[in-house]
C-alpha cells in the first residue's frame, strides 16, 4: 500500500505547548501556567451582541471577506489607536482567528524557494506555516541581553538574495519582549534597503504595559505599502473560542490572500462577527481593566522572581514571562518535566518556541492571581531544592 501522508507534513513537528497541558488536564490537584489563553469570560456586552444575532436569525454565511460593518470597525480602531488607515473595502480580510492570517498571507505571498525570516523564541505557527508554502525558513536567534528584541544588525545579517518576508512577532510570544519605536524605525531602514516585505503579528497590541503605546511598523514612512498586519480578538478582548482575527493589507496582496480564504473557509463564523463589532464600538473599558490586571500579575511575577533568585528580564508585552533556568544543568524540558511531576505545576519549556530558547521556561500569567501565587510558591519551593542539590554536589 503507498504511503497515505504528505511527507512534507510528517516532517513537521507536533506544538510543544500541548503535551505538557495534555498531562496535566489528567493530574489531580495541578495548576497549569502554559496556555496562553485569557482566564476572563468574554465581557458580557459582546457575548449578549452574539446572542442577539443568533436570536434575530443572522446565521448565514458574510461576505468572503467579512461583514462590512466589522471591516468598516476595524478600520475605525487601527485608527483611533495606531493611527493606521486602511480601505474596508479591498485591504481588510476577516479571518478564522490570527492563525489563519498568518497561513494564508505567507501562501499568498511565496514562491517555491523564497526565503522567511523568523525571529525566535517565537509564536509555533510561523514556522510550520513557512513550510507549508514551500519557503525556506531563516531563523534568528534573538537575545536576553537585547531583551528579546531584534536588531537592525541581525536583520541585516540574515538577509540574503532570496529574502522575501520577515515576520514581526511583537509584543511577542513567548518572551513578553516588546519592539519601541526606534527598534522599528532601525529595521525599516534595512527592510526598504532591501526591499522585503513584512508580516507583523500584532494580536497583543493591546497588552503593552510601558509607558510608551503600541506601535505598529506599519505606522512608519514606507513601510505600509510592504506590510501585512495581522490582529484579532482572542487576547485583548479574551474570545479564543469565538475563533476570530483580521488582516490588513495592501489590495495588491489581499486579492490574492482572499482567494485561499474563499476555497478554504468561505467566511469567518457569522456570529463572531456580529459579537467582534460591538466589541470594538464597545470595548475599551474591558480592555483596559484586563490589562491592569493583566499587569498587576506581571509585576508580582518579578517580584516572586527576584525573591527566589531566578533570573528573568522585565517584559512589558503581552502576557508571558521568559525566565532563565540555565544555572541548574538541565535542559528545559528537563527542568519542565520534573517541575510537573514533582509540583505538579505545567510550565512551557522554552524549546517549544525555537531551538533558541533553550534554558528557558514560558510562563502566562492569564491566570487568576490566586493561582499564579500557589504555583509560584511552589517554584520557590522547587527551585530552592535544585539550588540545595546544586550546593551538595
Known amino acids: 500500500m503507498r504511503n497515505p501522508v504528505s511527507d512534507k507534513i510528517v516532517a513537521i513537528k507536533p506544538s510543544g505547548i500541548r503535551k505538557f497541558f495534555d498531562i496535566v488536564s489528567e493530574m ?6 502554559g496556555v496562553g489563553e485569557p482566564d476572563f469570560d468574554t465581557p458580557w456586552h459582546i457575548r449578549d451582541e452574539g446572542i442577539y444575532s443568533l436570536e434575530k436569525g443572522r446565521t448565514f454565511y458574510t461576505s468572503n471577506a467579512g461583514l462590512k460593518e466589522l471591516k468598516v470597525e476595524i478600520c475605525h480602531y487601527l485608527k483611533r489607536r495606531f493611527n493606521l488607515e486602511y480601505d474596508y473595502k479591498d485591504e481588510v480580510i476577516v479571518t478564522v482567528g490570527g492563525s489563519e492570517a498568518i497561513d494564508i498571507a ?35 536567534d534573538l537575545k536576553a541581553e537585547n531583551e528579546f528584541r531584534l536588531t537592525a544588525e541581525e536583520l541585516e545579517a540574515a538577509i540574503t538574495d532570496k529574502t522575501k518576508v520577515l515576520i514581526l512577532p511583537f509584543p511577542n510570544n513567548p518572551t513578553g519582549a516588546i519592539m519601541e519605536r526606534k527598534d522599528l524605525e532601525a529595521i525599516a531602514k534595512v527592510i526598504i534597503e532591501h526591499d522585503i516585505f513584512v508580516i507583523s503579528d500584532e494580536i497583543y497590541a493591546e497588552l503593552s504595559y510601558n509607558s510608551e503605546r503600541h506601535v505598529s511598523i506599519a505606522e512608519l514612512p514606507g513601510m505600509r505599502e510592504r506590510t501585512v498586519l495581522i490582529n484579532g480578538f482572542s487576547k485583548s478582548y479574551a474570545m479564543t473560542g469565538w475563533r476570530l482575527g483580521y488582516c490588513c493589507a495592501p489590495a495588491v496582496i489581499t486579492e490574492q490572500m482572499l482567494k485561499i480564504h474563499q476555497f478554504a473557509i468561505m467566511c469567518a463564523p457569522t456570529t463572531s462577527q456580529y459579537a467582534a463589532v460591538d466589541a470594538l464600538k464597545n470595548g475599551d473599558g474591558d480592555v483596559e481593566k484586563m490589562r491592569e490586571e493583566y499587569n498587576q500579575r506581571r509585576r508580582y511575577l518579578m517580584h516572586a522572581f527576584r525573591e527566589m533568585g531566578l533570573p528573568c528580564f522585565e517584559p512589558y508585552g503581552a502576557f508571558y514571562v521568559f525566565p532563565c533556568i540555565k544555572e541548574f544543568g538541565m535542559t528545559s524540558d528537563e527542568f519542565a518535566t520534573r517541575f510537573l511531576e514533582e509540583e505538579k505545576v505545567a510550565v512551557v519549556p522554552g524549546t517549544a518556541f525555537g531551538d533558541c530558547g533553550e534554558g528557558f521556561l514560558r510562563i502566562s500569567y ?18 530552592g531544592r535544585l539550588k540545595a542539590e546544586k550546593e551538595s554536589c
Open 28 to 33: 489531580e490537584d495541578a495548576i497549569s501556567l
Open 106 to 140: 505567507l501562501r499568498a505571498m511565496i514562491n517555491p524557494g523564497e526565503e522567511v525570516i523568523i525571529p525566535q523564541p517565537s509564536y509555533v505557527s510561523y514556522e510550520p506555516c513557512a513550510v507549508l508554502a514551500d519557503a525556506v525558513p531563516v531563523i534568528i
Open 366 to 383: 492569564a491566570y487568576s492571581l490566586d493561582n499564579l501565587k500557589i504555583a509560584i510558591g511552589r517554584l520557590a519551593d522547587f527551585v
